[in-house]
């Protein structure tokens, strides 16, 4: 049970005071019942290595939280530096990826081509916490290579790792 709220406590210069930690940005692809979609997201964690656990945290408030929820497979993708319109277009355009976009034969989660590293997940607990969802994947398979990779710090994109490594 949570504590109630402390009318003090700004909410607004909290979550500008959260932009402060810099993120990298992953974004989520699934088979849902309303079609392959992907969101952007960078709540996005390692949990544990034995077994590996990782973790992300969804709006409750999302259009996309039924079909996230429901979800038992999903692919987080780590994107590179040049996927900006790609994490735009997750977050606030066309979230449905029509079938040109990943190989719609199997039955994997839909696979975004470019990403730095994409980690194919089996969910494995979802936790309802506050205004999110917190869903644990187990890792079943993954797939890197080297690159930039695009950040996310105080609303704003950037860029790390120049060289690639
Ligand atoms: C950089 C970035 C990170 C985001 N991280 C999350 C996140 O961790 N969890 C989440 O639910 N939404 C996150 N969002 C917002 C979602 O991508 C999406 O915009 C939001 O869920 C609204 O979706 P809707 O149009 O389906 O309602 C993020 C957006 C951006 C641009």
Same mark, same amino acid.
């Given at each position: ?42 709540? *996005?964690? !390692?949990? =544990?290595?034995? @077994? %590996?656990?990782?973790?992300?945290? /969804?709006? $409750?408030?999302?259009?996309?939280? &039924? ?34 976009? *990943?190989? !719609?034969? =199997?039955?994997? @989660? %839909?696979?975004?081509?470019?990403? /730095?590293? $994409?980690?194919?997940?089996?969910? &494995? ?41």
């Amino acid at each position: 049970m949570s504590p109630p709220p402390d009318p003090s406590f700004d909410i607004t210069a909290y979550r500008r005071a959260l932009g402060g930690f810099a993120t990298g940005v992953c974004v989520v692809t699934a088979h849902t019942a309303e079609g392959p979609f992907g969101i952007t997201v960078n709540s *996005f964690t !390692s949990v =544990s290595l034995r @077994p %590996p656990l990782v973790l992300w945290c /969804l709006d $409750r408030a999302s259009d996309r939280h &039924n079909a996230f929820a429901a979800a038992d497979r999903f692919a987080i993708h780590m994107l590179p530096a040049e996927d900006r319109e790609m994490s735009d277009r997750f977050a606030w355009g066309v979230c449905r990826l029509s079938s040109e976009e *990943f190989d !719609s034969s =199997s039955i994997e @989660p %839909p696979r975004l081509m470019n990403a /730095l590293t $994409r980690l194919d997940c089996v969910a &494995n607990d979802r936790i309802v916490m506050g205004d999110h969802l917190t869903i644990v994947g187990a890792v079943r398979r993954f797939e890197t290579r080297p690159g930039a990779a695009l950040t996310y710090y105080r609303g704003t994109y950037g860029v790390v790792g120049e060289s690639g490594e």
